[in-house]
């Protein structure tokens, strides 16, 4: 039964992927920049700025490993939507709740040599207001499992839906990009036992997402942007940002 669902959840992702690159060559002019910075083979963390509802596929299809996704848990509670998830191979997380049965799940997974998405914003920027302050959790799992990461910038892919169709008809389509950049560790953040792990997160949840912002346009950094340099920007676990 396990070599039988670990199958189904492969041939999920890879009709997945293979779907999601093709309605991306059809639909978008489709741009990945330094697919080859993601190492080939053992744990990796990608962090990446959060535009729409569907950039986890968009990043699944734009790397040659396997990815397994963070995604909120209102996703997998949903009849036929949240057995597609699992058998995609994302992950329930409890956004905004500190919810450290998933940052397990994560640390599993990496311990494992498998490749893990995650969105630290915990939704997604709206109105162009650029990127928000980051929740501490990736960190955390970066620190606690000494893995790479790698970061991930996605522009373009806030195209409305249906609208992106009509946009193709008259040939007009979107310019979606990808890019990711060098990986780097939080080793040095990391602290000896009894000292001040919630500091060490928020310093290095600061620095992956710099590492985001600078692959993005200014106009997207948000609060990451250079009029916050030298400060630490982070999220308060529990407290929701409001939806636009």
């Given at each position: ?5 670990h199958r189904l959840s492969a041939l999920t ?232």
């Open positions: 039964m396990k070599r039988l669902k992702y890879l009709v997945t992927n293979n779907f999601a690159r093709a309605v991306l060559f059809t639909l978008g002019r489709w741009e990945v920049r330094g697919a080859e910075r993601v190492p080939a083979s053992g744990p990796v963390i990608l962090v990446g700025n959060h535009v729409h509802l569907l950039d986890p596929p968009l990043v699944g299809a734009s790397t040659k490993r396997r990815v397994h996704p963070m995604a909120k848990r209102e996703l997998f509670e949903t009849p036929l939507v949240g057995w597609y998830f699992w058998a995609y191979g994302a992950f329930p997380v409890r956004r905004f709740s500190g919810d450290m049965g998933a940052l397990r799940v994560a640390k599993n997974y990496l311990r494992d040599g498998e490749v893990v998405l995650m969105f630290p914003e915990g939704t997604r920027s709206r109105d162009g207001a650029g990127m928000r302050p980051a929740l501490p959790g990736a960190a955390m799992v970066a620190l606690l499992a000494r893995a790479p990461i790698v970061p991930v910038a996605i522009t373009g892919s806030d195209v409305p839906l249906p609208g992106v169709f009509w946009a193709w008809l008259l040939g007009n389509r979107p310019r979606i990009t990808v890019t990711f950049g060098d990986p780097f560790t939080l080793d040095d953040l990391a602290t000896p036992s009894g000292s001040s792990e919630g500091r060490a997160a928020e310093a290095g949840t600061d620095r992956m997402m710099r590492r985001v912002a600078a692959l993005l346009p200014e106009e997207m950094r948000g609060v990451y942007g250079a009029s916050t340099e030298g400060q630490v920007i982070v999220a308060r676990q529990g407290r929701a940002p409001t939806e636009n």
